[in-house]
């Protein structure tokens, strides 16, 4: 089993930034690859972003393509999304996924992923 919490979340205004924080637990982090979701209110689950288990290899959504980083620092345990250029639509519950799967694969989807976090929130206060 891995438990995964995230934090760093909070109100931002459009243009601001916010980097969000994912802590693993109960298995080798570098055992996985880790993805980032959201979901906005009334709206699906969606992709963000996903990083390989070195940290080389990543993946993004076109709608976060040159504003957000996902990065991991493995000998902490953490998966991290730096935010920047926040946008009003970015307003979303973020969540933090570990998948079993290939370790030097990309992963976009949903089922693709095995453990999930609680989310945190990401409001923008404009």
């Known amino acids: 089993q891995v438990q995964l919490v995230e934090s760093g979340g909070g109100l931002v205004q459009a243009g601001g930034s916010l980097r969000l924080s994912c802590a693993a637990s109960?298995?080798?982090?570098?055992?996985?690859?880790m993805g980032w979701f959201r979901q906005a209110p009334g709206k699906e689950r969606e992709f963000v972003a996903t990083v390989n288990w070195s940290g080389t290899g990543t993946h993004y959504a076109d709608f976060v393509k040159d504003r957000f980083t996902i990065s991991r620092d493995n000998a902490k345990n953490r998966l991290y999304l730096q935010m920047n250029s926040l946008k009003a639509e970015d307003t979303a519950v973020y969540l933090c996924?570990?998948?079993?799967?290939?370790?030097?694969?990309?992963?976009?989807?949903?089922?693709?992923?095995?453990?999930w976090g609680q989310g945190t929130q990401v409001t923008d206060s404009s």
């Open positions: 109960g298995h080798r982090f570098s055992d996985h690859v």
């Open positions: 996924a570990a998948t079993l799967r290939y370790l030097d694969g990309l992963y976009l989807a949903e089922y693709e992923y095995d453990y």
